[in-house]
């Protein structure tokens, strides 16, 4: 059941990216979510790999990429 809560917490990090509309940085997610910080960058990257999020500009950190559905 390990696997389904990682994607449980990957969702939600996916959800408030898209909420955030421009751009969200790490720090802001997790907060937002109470995650630890180093948890998600783990999820931000894994995301960011599998073509979900991109990187924006640093003081932007985080938006939708082309794999997410919009």
């Not at 390990?2 to 955030?20: C, K, P, T």
């Not at 073509?51 to 950190?61: M, N, Q, S």
Request: glycine share 12%; aromatic share 6%.
């Amino acid at each position: 059941m390990a696997g389904l809560g990682s994607v449980h917490r990957a969702l939600r990090v996916l959800e408030v990216v898209a909420d955030a509309g421009d751009g969200i940085t790490a720090k802001a997610v997790a907060r937002r979510l109470d995650y630890n910080l180093s948890t998600t960058y783990h999820l931000l990257s894994s995301l960011v790999e599998d073509g979900y999020l991109v990187r924006l500009e640093p003081a932007r950190g985080f938006g939708l990429g082309r794999s997410s559905p919009r």
